[in-house]
């Protein structure tokens, strides 16, 4: 029997994790700042990955997988 998954969205199918490397200085802001509003780095990321990709004109549907038949 498997235990029920407590870590969030790691263990939803439909998210993946992405990294990169920056600054020590923006990094301990961001943290802070998302800390202080009490928003995951997650959700924040979430949307400043989303606003960007609409700025650069991407079209972040194309991108969602299609219901298969049996979902449906």
């Given at each position: 029997?498997h235990a029920k998954n407590?870590?969030?969205?790691?263990?939803?199918?439909?998210?993946?994790?992405?990294?990169?490397?920056?600054?020590?200085?923006?990094?301990?802001?961001?943290?802070?700042?998302?800390?202080?509003?009490?928003?995951?780095?997650?959700?924040?990321?979430?949307?400043?990955?989303?606003?960007?990709?609409?700025?650069?004109?991407?079209d972040i549907e194309a991108?969602?997988p299609k219901q298969s038949?049996?979902?449906?």
């Amino acid at each position: 029997m498997h235990a029920k998954n407590e870590r969030g969205k790691r263990g939803k199918g439909d998210y993946t994790q992405v990294s990169g490397y920056i600054p020590k200085n923006l990094a301990i802001a961001f943290k802070t700042t998302c800390a202080a509003r009490e928003l995951t780095q997650s959700e924040a990321l979430e949307n400043l990955i989303g606003e960007w990709l609409e700025r650069e004109g991407v079209d972040i549907e194309a991108f969602t997988p299609k219901q298969s038949q049996k979902e449906t």
